[in-house]
């Protein structure tokens, strides 16, 4: 079977999948999708699946890898994997928030805002601190939090009547030191270049008419619950100043199983194969606050019990810790597991 991986405007963005595919001993191209003959190099072979590594970056590139994702699965009818609906929620808050709402999926209040009137009807009752979010932005990347009025309604104006919203330009301050970034760049110059590449994209875009609004919900830590196939991971991303998102201050805690349980009804519900379920506890109940079909991956493996690096999987009706290794080449040799496994049974 021949195997095309969809990469995005990153020339980098589809080595995992090539890699996973290469140790597989199975033929695989790569594809830009974003490119002006992205179609016609799709059609060139009869490729039996498309591995999808959609963007995260860029708003532009997003909306035209996800289109033409769409006529790939939905067209042509060809397996891809992740889905086609996987990719679409992923960096799309909008969407996101849509689909929890609609799905009665617990998540913190969200408000899409698309007119300028209402908008500011609504800052002068709104609830404080609010989170405001750009559709597209990782690790904390265009997130902001308003404990004032007075600039959360400059926010507002500069969103429908100024320059518009900009994300974050350069590395995420937060989680990082200058004496770091420097050692990266003098060890790798073109990984430096590869980012500052990046940040520019970023923070060229500028998302006007319209605002996303979350209420605040008061945590010291998230969960993120991670779903390869029926292998769950687990850990915790704890605050850093007021975000755990994008925060590199983690740590192993074996997740309560009603809340494995909670994600995996989720999942099975709609269909999602892969994904990182990012989670707030309040009060007892769980919140989503993110769903991400590519995430970071900042350790070699993703779950801890009692020291020992593993998996969870659901077997005869419990959870079952297996130890091992299991997230090797950033988790890509696991996906194209269930991705091969899906496809010999028919499921993709």
Known sequence: ??????????TDSGDKWFIACQKKGIE??????????????????????FLLRPPGVSEKFKAIYDERVYHIERLLGKPVFPSFFECFIYENKRSLAQFLQLKGIAHPKTWVV?????AKEFVLNAELPIVAKTSIGAASSGVKIF???????????AAFKGKG????????????NPKGWLKKTIADPSFFKRRLCQYLSAHAETQRGFVILQEYVQHDFEWRIVKIGESFFAYKKFKVGDKASGAKNLGYDSPPFA?????????????????????????????????QTIFGHKMDHILEVEGKPGRY?????????EEGMFNSNESYDLRLEVALKLYGAGKL
């Open 1 to 10: 079977m021949k195997i095309a991986v969809l990469r995005n405007e990153r």
């Open 28 to 49: 695989a191209d790569v594809i830009d999708l974003t490119s002006i003959n992205a179609l016609d190099d799709v059609l060139a072979k009869d490729y039996g699946m």
């Open 114 to 118: 698309c007119d300028y009137r209402e």
């Open 147 to 157: 404990k004032d009025r007075a600039s959360l309604q400059k926010y507002i104006l």
């Open 165 to 176: 919203i900009r994300k974050r330009f350069g590395p995420n301050k937060q989680v990082g």
């Open 259 to 291: 809340l494995l349980d909670w994600i995996r009804k989720i999942a099975e519900e709609n269909g999602i194969q892969t994904a990182a379920f990012d989670v707030f506890e309040n009060g007892g109940d769980y919140l989503i606050n993110e769903i």
């Open 313 to 321: 999987l659901y077997q005869e009706g419990r959870w079952v810790f």
